[in-house]
């Protein structure tokens, strides 16, 4: 089989996703990063147990608990008997392998991958250890052109990846990942550094734009040193022993299930899934970008092994990935299914009741705005059932309706991007939104041909009008009022443009990792980082409302903490995490709150927006938002 490098072709599916996914605000090129497009819900539903002072018997996958009913056992349980057939003579698997075409969303690859398959199950593949290499460091994490690449080397039964910079005194040089086939364990010594993205200055990067001409000239951002630094999470052992998941070494062969390696190698660093579905392999971030492709897989029933794999794999990354795990109050997710009684539905043999298992959890018991159910798995094949809104999810959805439906009383022809009323500018976006992550084509291009959609467009030109010789504008208004979220970058551009240095917070939930970055931002196109691009003297405000989520949340957390910009409006609707896509070992396709939590930072710590920004006047209906030569008289009435 011929090998070629992915990573080109990895970045297009990846920026693809990041404009087609949904309300996100990424530090690394992620699909599925792009949090905008779809109707997310703001606030996060907090799940109380009534049994959450009594240890229950299925409650965490480090409980070793002796039951008669085996669907109720904890995911890490080791059991007596296994889903595969029995072993044959000398406790080795019959081990079988297939070939199968590689595709970027829909585009062939012209390459196949190797899976192997133990005593004839054909529904659940494993990836060897050289495959493994391959999709670290010619698909996903590798980069010639920065002097990363990694190494592989066998032990026994340890299989250690390494992580090599060249680039001199490189603090993410050196970096192991190691498979323990007799512990059941892989460790990261440093997830955050071992996955760290080639073109990342830091260890959680929020921006993904080329700031670089071909002279290294400047361009849209630049970082600051002062008040940005990483503090590094702690090292990170995934007790697949402890779910009951194995890997396995024999005939020479390292075995891990593919969508363990999944899970943690493809998802979680880079943000894409790659789904199998007994044909082909697709990388993409969700399901639904191929739908045709994805669904020619034959529908049928999960075997045994799957089931039983299926459902542990399924608690083990929802233990880790989830990024809001803390405020809904779940301490295992194995201990969740069975409360709520979705355990033996995710163990089933039918595949639909376990992905109506999925979708229910996510709207009823997450209901965070950030989870979303994507698409059944190939196996249920396309379906029509819609899980009832989460209570969450229903009070967003009215907000919407009646902040749009007022708008368009004022606007039935749609808002302008920006309006000038009297002495006040109005710029508005219901999304943080870019039409290229290539910096460079914002200084190729006339302002005043920017589009109104295209979120560092609109901020330049509008600057331009606000700044012109004999302006009459005395106050500038950020309208976010109905602004879903979106792409980091834009969110730091716009924060950059009102306060001059835009310093955002990021944690990761999984290794307690920290990294501030702080910015500045070119608004007036001369490739100078100066008082120029800020907006002088001139009164800021902010237009916030129970709609404005996630990086539309983020933007007023920042201005109420820098005490330089007005909020107006209602408190804004939440959404700290970044999502992140997840599928299921049989194929569902969803996305979840993330690892990585937005935060601003006060007095050295991380504070979480999760609830919002509270204004400092409040706006007491819809109608007044966008009567905007009353609500002008008012702000100027503002001392």
């Not at 049994?51 to 070793?64: D, G, L, N, R």
């Not at 196949?112 to 670290?136: A, N």
């Not at 299930?257 to 899934?273: C, R």
């Amino acid at each position: 089989m011929k090998r070629k490098k992915l990573n080109g072709i990895l970045a297009s599916a990846i920026t693809a996703g990041m404009i087609l996914a949904g309300c996100n605000a990424t530090a690394t090129p992620e699909i599925g990063a792009a949090e905008t497009t779809e109707t997310s819900v703001p606030e996060e539903k907090q799940e109380s147990s009534a049994a959450e002072e009594e240890k229950q018997e299925t409650s965490a996958p480090e409980e070793k608990q002796e039951e008669e009913n085996n669907e109720t056992s904890a995911p890490d349980e080791k059991k007596e008997t296994s889903a595969l057939k029995e072993k044959p003579a000398g406790g080795e698997h019959e081990i079988t392998s297939e070939s199968y075409p590689v595709y970027a969303m829909t585009e062939p690859l012209g390459m196949d991958m190797k899976l192997y398959f133990l005593d004839g199950v054909k529904d659940l593949p494993y990836i060897e250890s050289e495959e493994i290499l391959f999709l670290i460091n010619d698909a996903l994490l590798g980069d010639e052109a920065s002097g990363i690449n990694f190494t592989m080397e066998k032990n026994g039964s340890i299989i250690t990846y390494t992580r090599h910079h060249n680039e001199e005194k490189a603090f993410d040089d050196n970096i192991p990942l190691t498979f323990d086939f007799d512990k059941d364990t892989i460790d990261f010594m440093d997830f955050d550094l071992f996955c760290k993205s080639p073109g990342s200055s830091t260890l959680l990067d929020l921006t993904a734009m080329h700031v670089f001409n071909d002279k290294g000239e400047p361009a849209v951002f630049q970082k600051v040193d002062r008040g940005s630094y990483d503090r590094y999470g702690d090292s990170l052992v995934l007790p697949l022993g402890e779910y009951g998941i194995d890997m396995i070494m024999q005939d020479g062969l390292y075995l891990v299930p593919l969508q363990t390696i999944n899970d943690f190698l493809i998802t979680a660093p880079s943000g894409a899934n790659l789904f199998f579905n007994c044909k082909n392999l697709i990388l993409t971030a969700k399901a639904s970008e191929c739908e045709d492709l994805y669904y020619e897989g034959e529908t049928g029933e999960r075997s045994p092994a799957l089931q039983e794999y299926g459902y542990k794999e399924l608690c083990l990354m929802m233990d880790y990935l989830y990024g809001l795990k803390e405020p809904h109050e779940i301490e295992h997710f194995a201990q969740l299914f069975h409360e709520n009684g979705f355990e033996a539905m995710l163990k089933s043999s039918d595949p639909k009741n376990a992905d109506i298992a999925i979708y229910r959890t996510i709207t009823d018991y997450l209901d965070d705005g950030h989870s979303q159910f994507g698409s059944y798995s190939y196996l249920t094949g396309k379906n029509d059932y819609k899980a009832p809104k989460g209570a969450s999810e229903y009070r967003w959805n009215d907000h919407y309706e009646r902040y749009t439906k007022a708008r368009e009383k004022f606007y039935p022809d749609g808002i302008p991007g920006y309006e000038e009323v009297g002495n006040t500018a109005y710029i508005t976006f219901d999304q943080f939104y870019m039409e290229s992550v290539e910096g460079e084509e914002y200084y190729t291009t006339d302002p005043k041909d920017f589009s109104d959609q295209d979120t560092i467009g609109l901020i330049m030109k509008a600057h331009s009008m606000i700044t012109r010789e004999n302006s009459p504008i005395k106050n500038v208004v950020i309208d976010l009022s109905c602004n879903l979220g979106g792409m980091a970058d834009t969110a730091v551009f716009t924060l950059g443009w009102f306060l001059g240095e835009a310093s955002i917070g990021m944690k990761n939930t999984m290794t307690g990792a920290m990294c501030s970055s702080t910015y500045r931002c070119d608004v007036n196109r001369d490739r100078k980082f100066d008082e120029k691009d800020e907006l002088g003297d001139r009164r800021l405000f902010c237009l916030t409302s129970p709609v404005s989520f996630s990086c539309g949340n983020l933007v007023p957390c920042i201005f109420k903490e820098s005490n330089k910009v007005t909020l107006l409006g209602r408190t804004s609707g939440g959404g700290s995490c970044v999502v992140e896509p997840a599928s299921s070992a049989w194929g569902t396709s969803f996305q979840l709150s993330g690892i990585k939590r937005l935060s601003f930072v006060m007095n050295g710590a991380f504070y979480d927006i999760d609830r919002g920004a509270d204004p400092d006047y409040a706006i007491s209906t819809p109608e007044q938002y966008y009567d905007r030569k009353a609500l002008t008289e008012y702000i100027n009435s503002i001392y």
